[in-house]
């Protein structure tokens, strides 16, 4: 399970974009996204440098949550 903090996935919107470029590393990934708290959770086995080189390339630069 990865854990990732997206600054600037504030909407619904942004969630949504966010989840299409996870899914385009991992199709069959478990995604869970919080935009209130811009929180997204990936369960995959995917290398979480794949996850954030994707999302950063889709405008949405995101750091490792703890």
Do not use: W
Not at 3 to 30: E, R, W
Not at 52 to 59: H, I
Request: charged share 25%.
């Amino acid at each position: 399970m990865h854990s990732f903090y997206i600054p600037n996935m504030t909407c619904g919107g942004c969630a949504k974009s966010v989840t299409k470029a996870l899914h385009s590393v991992d199709p069959q990934a478990q995604i869970e996204t919080d935009p209130a708290a811009r929180q997204v959770q990936v369960d995959s086995t995917q290398d979480e440098s794949d996850f954030l080189a994707v999302l950063r390339e889709a405008g949405y630069p995101a750091r490792e949550d703890q």
